[in-house]
């Protein structure tokens, strides 16, 4: 006999009783009223919890509720109703263990490989129009924050677009994007937005020593359009995001935005590799050297390493550290740079280089 609590689930008053397991039905005794018998199989018996009261569902409302769940398994056990898979796994540190590593796995590789490829699909299937919808929205906010206008002499300017037309027009899968040039707070970078616009900044322009590396990473930026990695970016994004969301419930915008932050570091290799692919194709077609553009690169790493300073008596004023740099409180652009997300590789300037 085992002592139990009994709802009858026609009231809230909780009764007191006994019960026994009995081959193919639980009988219920209770003080001053008649056995109850309850088919086995017609009952519901929820996992056990440690520290609550196990729960048997008769049907109809009524409830038993069971404290000592160990005397309750052991009859059960008795009369041959073992315990479900999913209640034998939980109650085994080796099945835990297991499904652990193997949602840990699922994990890995539907981040690595399933939503990558998914999102490629995806975006294959949108009309391109989505892209220029992106573009339109996201330029203004670029535009404010980002750009002024270029000090660049207009001779240079009509020169390196003449420059890049020529090329785009004996390229049959080039992108036909507009050339701007801006100057930027960036520095030294090139950003290719959707719907057709592609920005040199002017920093770019001075750091770079030969036109053809120029030439070069503007190719790689029109990878990024042909492949449509704006628009795969965001699907990617989206889909980190909403796995957290239903694992973790209802998140804040913070905890939301870090996995989205953490697709793009990781996506913006292969996205970036992919480009760099494009943009040496088309050099290779085009006839020109890949060394001007891998030098270009080792610039703009030199660029990227070095630390900004703020002139002399401004620290305090801005309330930082004296050795530590100002940081920029701007949220990340949607835009794609050829060098937003990670520095410049050794293997991809030897890629360039190999290019004779």
């Not at 009369?79 to 209640?87: D, H, S, Y």
């Amino acid at each position: 006999m085992i002592d139990a609590v009994y709802f009858d689930g026609k009231s809230a008053r909780a009764q007191p009783a006994k019960i026994a397991i009995q081959n193919d039905h639980i009988a219920i005794f209770r003080e001053s009223a008649a056995p109850l018998r309850h088919p086995l199989d017609r009952a519901r018996i929820d996992e056990a919890f440690k520290g609550a009261a196990q729960r048997i569902d008769l049907g109809g409302g009524a409830v038993l509720e069971v404290r000592d769940s160990a005397a309750l398994q052991k009859e059960l056990d008795r009369v041959g109703k073992k315990l479900g898979l999913v209640q034998n796994a939980q109650n085994s540190w080796a099945w835990v263990v297991a499904c652990l590593v193997a949602l840990i796995g699922a994990l890995v590789v539907g981040y690595l490989y399933l939503i990558p490829l998914a999102s490629k699909h995806v975006a294959s299937w949108l009309p391109e129009s989505v892209d220029h919808t992106i573009g339109e929205q996201a330029w203004p906010m670029l535009e404010a924050q980002l750009f002024k206008p270029s000090t660049l002499p207009p001779e240079r300017q009509k020169a390196l677009t003449e420059k890049y037309q020529k090329i785009t027009h004996q390229l049959k899968d080039a992108p036909q994007y507009q050339l701007l040039f801006r100057a930027s707070s960036i520095g030294p970078n090139a950003i290719a937005i959707p719907g057709g616009r592609l920005i040199m900044t002017d920093e770019l322009v001075a750091l770079s020593k030969n036109d053809d590396a120029l030439m070069g990473v503007l190719l790689h930026e029109l990878g990024h359009i042909k492949y449509r990695h704006s628009t795969r970016n965001i699907i990617q994004a989206a889909a980190v995001t909403a796995v957290i969301s239903v694992w973790l419930g209802d998140v804040s915008s913070l905890v939301s935005a870090v996995p989205a932050a953490i697709a793009g570091m990781k996506y913006s290799r292969d996205l970036e590799s992919e480009a760099d692919d494009f943009a040496i194709s088309s050099m290779r077609k085009l006839g020109i050297p890949g060394q001007a553009t891998a030098d270009l690169f080792s610039e703009l790493e030199k660029s990227r390493n070095e630390k900004p300073t703020m002139p002399k008596g401004e620290e305090k004023k801005a309330g930082a550290p004296k050795d530590e740099a100002p940081r920029s409180t701007e949220a990340p652009s949607p835009s794609e740079s050829i060098f937003s997300s990670h520095p410049v590789t050794s293997e991809r300037i030897k890629k360039f280089s190999a290019l004779k």
